[in-house]
């Protein structure tokens, strides 16, 4: 039995497009996991497959997730299909004692912030 695609809708003018339904990756690598090291991995990257294979095209990730492992995730679950994914990454958002805080300058580098 065939699964129907997710609709994709255009982002803007430029020609951009994205499913209308996202997976957001933060919990494969920060907040809400358990699961660490391969086993962890291993089950991430089999559920991007898994969305993208039924047409969910549009992942969220950050620098801060993990911190700085979930786009390593994403990137590794990607790897040879970038083509078909519309990536929502965010910056500027760092952790000052156990909490986040976000600085919008230009300085912004690895998840360290100089003013």
Known sequence: MSLPSVPVHDLGKQGLKASIQGLGC??????YTDKTG?????????????????????????DVYGPFTNEEL??????????????????GIIM???GMAFDGGMAFDGGMAFD
């Open 38 to 62: 391969h086993e962890g991995e291993t089950e991430s990257i089999k559920t991007i497959h898994r969305a993208l294979e039924l047409g969910v095209t549009f992942l969220d990730t950050s």
């Open 96 to 98: 000052v004692d156990g």
């Open 26 to 31: 933060m919990g494969m690598s920060a907040f």
């Open 74 to 91: 994403v990137g590794k679950a990607i790897k040879g299909r970038r083509g078909e994914v519309t990536l929502a990454t965010k910056c």
